[in-house]
Structures are given as C-alpha cells and as structure tokens.
C-alpha cells in the first residue's frame, strides 16, 4: 500500500527540505493550518516543534541512560512535558494544590516528581499472568494504585523516574507495554472486551488489533502525529467500543454478498467541539482493516491541521472535507483502490454494553463480567482477580471502555464459585444500576488539568443513590470529569457532570459541576444539552441526582426509559 512516510524529525529543517515529503504535492505560500501534504513543515507551535526537535519515541533511551539514575531534577523540560507521553508519562499533580490554582499556575508549579503511568491494553485483552505483574508492579513501584480506565488502559501512580526501567523490564516480560500509551501517537486500539468468544459476535476483529500493533505501535511512520488518534474494532452487534467517538473505527456488519466485516467511521472525537464519527460507506474484510488502518491515519498526519493545538484532531479534517471528498483521497492517494460500498451496523438489542453479569459464550462456557466502583481498583486486588480467572477459567481476562473488567472461559459448574469469590471481593457481577453506570476521570487527585475531585465523588455518589433509590432498576450513565475535557465522555452520559469552580451557598467558590442531560451513544447518538445555568455544588451532587431520577419515576410515560 501507498502510504506516505513522514519526514525525518530528528534534526531541525528549514521549511522546504524535509527529507521524506509527501511526493508531488503543490507548496502552497500561506501556512494556513501546517498542513505537510501541502508542504509546510515549519513547526507553527511549540508543541509541532518539540516533535520536530526529536521524536518522542527517542526519549526512552534518556530515561533509561540518564534520568532514571541522575533523578528527577536531571530531566529535560522538553522530555518532561512532552516526549515521556510517548512511553505513557505524564508528572502527575503536585498534592494540595486546589482547583482554583489550576489555571493559574505554571506547568512547572503543578508538576509532582511522581508519574503516572499508562500501561496499554489493546483490545482490553489481558492473561492472568499479566494483571499479576501489573498488580505486582503497582504494589511495588505505585504505592498500590491501579485505576481501569474508560480505554481499557490501566493507570498507575507515584511511579518514580529511578524505577521506570524495572516496570518496563517487568511488563515487557510478560507481553505488556507503555508504548505510545500518550502522546500525538496512535494510542491503545480498543476491541470488543468480548471478541472471539461472546455468541452473538458478527466477527472477531482480534487478528486486526494484532496486526495493527505489531506493524505500527512504536513505528516513526506514525509517532508524529497533529495529536493523538484513537481507534476501535469491534464485531460485536453491542456496539461495545464508543466507536462513535474515535477518529477511526471498523465496526462489524455483514455484507449481503461478501459475508461480515467492518463499517468503516472517521472523525469522532470529544473534547472541545464535540462530533460523532462519520460513516464512509465502506466496507472492509477483516485482512485489509490494518492496510485500510494505516490509509487513515497516514492521511490525518499529511493532512493534519498543525496550527492550533485545538484544531489539531482528525475531526476537524473531516468535518471541513466531509465524508466523500475523505473516501476518494483515501481511496486515490493512499490505497490506491476503490473500497467497496457496504451496510451500516444494526440498532443495538440492549442498552447496557458493558458485557457486565454472567453470559454463555459461543464455546458453551460463560463470561463473567464485573463492576468495581469508577474503575477504582488496586494491586493487591488486582492479584487476588487474577488467582481468581486462574482458579475457574482459562486464564484470559478483559478490560472494557466501562472502567469494567470481565474474566473469559468459565465452565458452567465453575460459575456459581467465581461470583462468590468476585462478591467477596466487593466486585459486583450484579451491580445496581449506579455502580453499574457510574464513570469517573482521574480528578484533582493527580490530574494537573482538574477542578475537582471525581474519584471519590463517584464512589460516594454510588453508595448514596444505592442507599437512596434501592428500587431503581433502569439503564443510566453517570459521567464524571474533573475539568472540561471528556476524559469521562461527560458529553454522551444520561447525566454528565463537568467539574468546575462554582458559587456555595454563602457566595464562597466551592467545586461543583455543570450539568449536561440526555447524551447518549449508538445508531442515534446525541450530545448531552448542557442545561443553562444548571450547576451543583459537590456536596449536593446527590440530592440533585436523586431529584432527576425520582421526577423521573413519577413522570415517566408507559414503556419510557431514562436513557434514550
Ligand atoms: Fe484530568 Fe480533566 Fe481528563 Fe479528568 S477530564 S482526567 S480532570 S484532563
């Protein structure tokens, strides 16, 4: 296939000599958004130029040559704040700085000398002797912290520079790794938590996920990027990969003729300006999804926008050329090839898609999947699990987009013990609807970018509704950020709740959250409004939510649900 390999970033260039250029394109005068495929290559920003300067990927040999024996302080600010994103480090926040302080101080008055650290999970898809290493690693190196994350990732903290190659040497012995875990990179694929064993599966995009990571995860080709790009596959006909908001994602359908494969959508992505992926008609066999892969993200980094940091996310690409004019460069200047046209996926059966409970797989065993509460779990818990898949599966487990994890291969006349064992644990197989539906971003507690705090809000909001509304039984989603990015995918909740400074009741500013109501995922994907003037304090974040849901009950039409 045709893709166009970047310029070489290693030493800066003056603009019109990049080594590697995207071949016979027009060199327009007018910068406009630093498009490379239009031959402008002088970094616009600092963020463009410190890619230039040195590729992130180059940074691993300092940290493990230099940083990780002189200490802390002998780190290049370069390398702190930018390139250890692309072996998943970022400085967590310094303790007891408030929300208020955020915007205010300098990068360098936030930064802690602690990282966190993402580990990255593609496709969820985790063994036994992997979550042990992980648990291993956190109770050793983390101080015991351990978050699931709403990408399958797991997230570590306290990690000291000294004893980042150890946690390297540990994960990559048993097939893990934090390799452009961050960064403007090609971040962790998700996949179906279910892949290759749920009955109902369309297609089992596993050897896809593979084939992708083994041929460009840590690759130059793609390690400088506008930003960073986000990817799902899925088969499953839950639609169990927020493929809606990924910049790329092959969902499985059956073509009428050629039998199941992929539906392929480009440009969804949170944050600021808020847009849902489009589909491009597409559809792609299962063996051509890397090179199809590969086709998009080599246009997003040519074409790009590298002016403005906000701008830079393949959303904006494609919401400026729209749907068609993106299929015929794919298709001209990429593949080389015409795609075939194919079906959208189906409506959904169910709401909830987190694979939580018990379910039979194809195979005649069972998955088991369960809730901790916002994701929050920790290294000896995360060891326990892993002895416990070992003791009544076959030793796989998976992570899901839902801060969830589930446990693969269960034997009938095992089940019963597992859950027990899982119960035990206060992992629940049979949450409430809140623990259930309930997510939380990082938050103050390490986050330098954060207003308030999540974690713990989440946790208590959980227990407070359980308390509150025992008799609720319907298909909700809580979404918690801690400052107005979408880390939690606030904007696609029932109720999504943006942290930020807001008026107490004595005029004081206390953390609060903006409210947005009625976002949802699936075929009919809508934003959340953001309801004007609808704020709340932390503190009475459980009586505000407790008033919606008890409204709700009592207003409700027949058959009405509260997720839309
Ligand atoms: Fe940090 Fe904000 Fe993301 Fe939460 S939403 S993890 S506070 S950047």
């Known amino acids: 296939m045709a893709t ?17 250029r995207p071949a016979a394109r027009k060199v327009t005068r007018h910068r406009g958004e630093g498009q490379w495929a239009r031959g402008h290559f002088t970094p616009l920003n600092a963020n463009e130029q410190l890619k230039k300067d040195d590729d992130g990927l180059n940074v691993r040999t300092r940290i493990e040559t230099i940083y990780a024996h002189r200490g802390f302080d002998s780190i290049d600010s370069a390398d702190l704040r930018g390139r250890m994103r692309w072996w998943g480090l970022y400085t967590q926040r310094r303790p007891g700085i408030d929300g208020g302080k955020t915007a205010v101080l300098e990068p360098h008055e936030l930064d802690d000398e602690y990282f966190m650290m993402r580990v990255r999970i593609d496709g969820g898809r985790l063994t036994t002797d992997q979550l042990r290493a992980i648990g291993e690693v956190s109770q050793a190196y ?22 980042v190659p150890a946690i390297w040497e540990r994960l990559e012995a048993v097939g893990l790794s934090t390799t452009e875990a961050c960064g403007d990179v090609p971040r962790v694929v998700l ?74 959508w480009v440009g ?99 998955y088991v999947g369960f809730a901790p509460r916002v994701g929050r779990v920790d290294g000896a818990l995360l060891s326990k699990v892993a002895d416990l898949a070992a003791a009544h599966g076959s030793g796989r487990l998976r992570t899901t987009v839902e801060q969830k994890m589930i446990v693969l291969d269960v034997a009938e006349a095992q089940v019963d013990s597992l859950v027990a064992g899982l119960e035990a644990l206060d992992l629940r197989v049979s ?15 390490f986050c330098k970018l954060a207003i ?49 400074l807001v008026t107490g009741e004595n005029g004081e500013q206390v953390e609060g959250f903006q409210v947005h109501l009625g976002g949802a995922l699936g075929l009919e994907p809508s934003f ?15 009586d505000y939510v407790e008033r919606v849901l008890r409204r709700f009950q009592a207003e409700r039409t027949e058959g009405e649900r509260f997720a839309q």
């Open 268 to 366: 969804g992505g949170l944050s600021t300006n808020p847009r849902f992926g489009v589909r491009l008609g597409a559809w792609v066999p299962l063996k051509e999804v890397p090179e199809v892969w590969a086709g998009v993200i080599s246009i997003f980094r040519d074409y790009g926008y590298r002016r403005l940091r906000n701008r830079a996310r393949l959303k904006f690409l494609v919401a400026d050329w729209g749907a068609e004019k993106f299929r015929q460069v794919l298709e001209d200047e990429y593949l080389k090839r015409s795609l075939l046209d194919g079906p959208a996926p189906e409506q959904p059966a169910q709401r909830w898609r987190d694979h939580v409970g018990v379910h039979r797989q194809k195979d005649g065993n069972f």
């Open 191 to 264: 996949g179906s938590p279910v892949a290759g064993v749920a009955a109902d599966e369309i297609i089992d995009g596993t050897p896809a996920i593979d084939e992708i990571h083994r041929r460009f995860i840590g690759s130059k080709e793609f390690s400088n990027l506008p930003r960073k790009f986000k990817t799902a596959i899925s088969g499953s006909p839950l639609l169990d990969v927020v493929h809606e908001i990924n910049d790329v994602a092959f969902v499985g359908v059956v073509h009428p003729e050629h039998g199941p494969g992929f539906d392929l």
């Open 431 to 445: 949450p409430s609807p809140f623990r259930r539906g309930t997510m939380a971003c990082t938050g103050i507690e």
């Open 528 to 542: 959340g409004r953001k309801v004007r003037g609808l704020k709340v304090t932390s503190a009475e974040l459980p």
């Open 142 to 163: 983390a101080r015991g912290t351990a978050d699931l994350t709403d990408r399958q990732n797991v997230q570590l903290h306290w990690v000291r520079i000294e004893d």
């Open 4 to 20: 166009t390999p970047a310029p070489d970033r290693a030493a800066p260039q003056p603009d019109a000599a990049p080594e590697r």
């Open 452 to 500: 308030v705090e999540t974690k713990e809000r989440g946790r208590s909001l959980i227990d407070e509704l359980e308390h509150r509304l025992p008799e609720f039984d319907e298909p909700l989603t809580i979404n918690i950020n801690g400052c107005p990015n979408a880390c939690a995918r606030i904007q696609t909740a029932d109720i999504g709740l943006k942290g930020q």
